[in-house]
């Protein structure tokens, strides 16, 4: 069945450390991965996106991702945290020319000033 | 341009109710998808439209139903509501399946 699953539920960082977040999937065929951020008390929005092409994708406010095929990965990164990055961060992913998102359950990152 | 729009924001009702939750996507966007998001289960996919047509649903039982209309507007109706049936239901729409989600503030629903 086509899943994504985020292995931290919870990640305290102080400011200026560096993020790694894990999301794998599990699809058959092609795929499209995306990382969307919810901001406290805002909607959801796209953060970055991979369909094809270079695997290391640059979003916005510093966020990267890399998609690694063979380890069905597409970890968020970013060098150094910043207080307004707290938020919920999910990894989601779909087939083909589809809408049919699935989420990961999330991960809430808080960062400590 | 006025972002994706939801009615109602907050709904209370009672097991055995149904409900109807409308959403009016971006201009010009033809994609309407809609999510439940719940503390223990997180984000799931319900269903997908284009084009008045649904083209992907989720795990959900028949009780969640929806449609779309030619201005690409969207309802999803829950029947016979049970007390799991609380969360906040998002619409999401994009001017094409695959593109950029847009998301809505989405509607809180509370079965008693």
């Known amino acids: 069945a086509q899943s994504v699953s985020q292995h931290n539920h919870h990640v305290i960082l102080s400011e200026a450390a560096s993020l790694e977040l894990g999301c794998n999937y599990s699809y058959g065929g092609t795929v499209n991965l995306f990382w969307y951020v919810q901001y406290p008390g805002q909607h959801l929005q796209l953060l970055l996106k991979y369909f094809s092409g270079d695997p290391l994708v640059k979003g916005i406010k510093g966020f990267e991702a890399e998609f690694i095929k063979s380890k069905f990965s597409f970890n968020l990164r970013k060098p150094s945290v910043q207080w307004s990055d707290t938020a919920e961060y999910f990894c989601?992913?779909?087939?083909?020319?589809?809408?049919?998102?699935?989420f990961g359950a999330g991960t809430r990152l808080t960062v400590k000033p | 341009k006025a972002g994706v729009t939801q009615t109602p924001r907050y709904l209370i009702k009672t097991r055995g109710q149904q409900v109807t939750l409308s959403c009016s996507p971006i201009?010009?966007?033809?994609?309407v998808s809609w999510y439940q998001q719940t503390p223990g289960q997180g984000l799931q996919f319900l269903f997908e439209?284009?084009?008045?047509?649904?083209?992907n649903k989720g795990n959900f039982p028949g009780r969640f139903s929806g449609r779309q209309f030619s201005n690409s507007r969207s309802e999803m109706n829950v029947s016979t509501l049970e007390l799991g049936d609380s969360a906040l239901y998002l619409c999401a729409s994009s001017l094409m399946p695959r593109e950029k989600l847009f998301f809505g503030s989405g509607t809180q629903l509370s079965v008693l």
């Open positions: 989601a992913a779909n087939s083909g020319n589809n809408n049919d998102m699935r």
């Open positions: 201009s010009g966007h033809r994609s």
């Open positions: 439209y284009f084009s008045e047509t649904q083209r």
